[in-house]
């Protein structure tokens, strides 16, 4: 795929305001040439005593009409160049969100989110800049250099000109050597730059443990690591790169010698005008800026293309997890769960976490999940939600294997409490409505009140209004899984699914929330999956997984009657409440 794929839309676009942009830069330089030429006529007329007031008005009022022909033009060029590569930047932005939106779970378990966040904080203005900045080189090299060039040989001996020209060829050659190692370097920048923030990102979102095991000087320590890194990966590129301001330095100088030298030989024998010689001088000092910009340019452009292929890197990932050709919608639904003869792991070459699943639960009736942790609980929230895609042909809702319909409207009949909870920087409020900005302040509380969340948040000085912070950080674990939960209620979805999502509140508690909840899964389809025995007693059937396999099912009393892993588990777990109550 070419490296400019996911842009053409854009340049399709808005082509016409790069178009414009360009070709004012071009008018601007153009009348900057013109400039030396007057005051090259202007030091002709002096010295030779023909200049009049007149003249030397007239010849005043053009340069500054020029001036403000050349200001004029540069305030569009800026507009139409570096405005459209802020509407690229706009572009870009949206889409690499959009997209990272639709990639599946298991792109995440494998992508640090810093190293994803520098995408947007390094690599989108290295592209920018490219296609700003860069495009304004680029014009101003090729035009003014070749400008430039013709205009001096038109002006003084061609002798005088290639003598003074010679250093050039030299900065030119060594340009082009540099900008062969600069993009590995401007590469190393950017994943220096990655695990920089992901270092960041991951030590302030671990301060809380990082503070309780003192570790604060170690996290410091690694920071320094990392910062270092990114240091040094940063300076072999301003090596390189630094090298190439003192060639330009030094062609500049080299050029002047040769003009001293030789042009004042020059005047001196009448072989050129002052006039001539001011205006030569001028125009070889505005043939520095071209050379320099060759190199800027060569630096930019890698920058902004070694940016642009970690972004295609991110944009041309498929996404696994998507709708299938010709998938339904799937509506009306009852609620029938199906698993059949499925068997998943997460990725190819190590053992399934799940294998030879068969279980089905009727529609209104719930089913409870056990088994040690790794056991593969929460892999099949995962696969009935297709975070992950299940295997064709086993898992079915109302008889529609899940693979044959659309995603949202897969999702939208399910609503789901994850283990892992999480909740937005906005209030609460918000984020119990988080699925439909529109829902009603009444039904807001309602669900509140289902969860038994409605005290604790009544209890806040703002109430629903109350703003939670990162990831709820100033709310208790428990009330972090009831505001979930009620997040979940008020979708009111036919399938309902709590993945141990009662672990952070006492057993009385969880008591009060399972009677409240009880009314609202009478006619629902409903998965409990729980480490807690006291859970998932009342469920119509529950089935037991050790190793990713089924190997115990039934109701609570002849799961009991088996004195198998169930009754295990559930005879610890009467010891430790009866533990916790003696002490």
Known sequence: MKRTEHLKDFFAKYWWRYVLGILTL???????????????????????????????????LIILAIACGIAIGRFLWRI??????????????????????????????????????????????????????????????????????????????????????????LLAVSTAAFSKIINPRHLAVHEAFGELSDRAQESIAGIRVTKSFVQEDAEIAKFMAVAQKN???????????????????????????????YGSSMIMYQQISLGDFVAFTSYLAMLVWPMIALGWVINVMERGFTALDRLNAVLNEVPEVADEPGAIELEDVTGTIEFRNLTFSYRDGVPPALSDISFKIDAGKTLAVVGRTGSGKTTIVNLLTRLYNPPEGSVFIDGHDIRNVTLSSLRNQIGCVPQDTFLFSCTIGENIAFADRDFSPEEICHYAKIAHVYDDIMGFPEGFDTKVGERGVTLSGGQKQRISIARALITEPKILILDDSLSAVDTQTEESILRGLSEFMHDRTSIIISHRISTVKDADEI????????????????????????????EKQLLEEELASRS
């Open 80 to 169: 139409f160049i570096m405005g459209t590569a802020r509407l690229l930047d706009f572009e870009l932005r949206n889409k690499l969100f959009a997209h990272l939106q639709k990639l599946p779970a298991r792109y995440y378990t494998e992508h640090k989110t810093g190293e994803l966040m520098a995408h947007a904080t390094n690599d989108i203005p290295s592209v920018r800049q490219a296609f700003g900045q860069g495009f304004i080189l680029i014009t101003d090299s090729i035009f003014m250099t070749t400008a430039t060039l013709i205009i001096l040989f038109r002006t003084v001996p061609i002798r005088l000109a290639i003598f003074a020209l010679l250093p050039f060829p």
């Open 543 to 570: 089935i037991v997984l050790d190793d990713g396999k089924i190997i115990e099912r039934g109701t609570h009393a002849s799961l009991l009657a088996q004195a198998g892993l169930y009754s295990e588990i559930y």
């Open 231 to 261: 240091v040094d990966a940063n300076i072999d590129l301003v090596k390189i790169w630094g090298l190439m301001s003192p060639l330009s330095g030094l062609a500049t100088a080299l050029a002047y010698a040769v003009v001293l030298r």
């Open 26 to 60: 071009i008018i601007v330089d153009a009348l900057q040439l013109v400039v030396p030429k007057i005051l090259g006529n202007v030091t002709d007329a002096l010295r030779e005593g023909s200049l009049t007031p007149e003249g030397l008005k007239k010849h005043v």
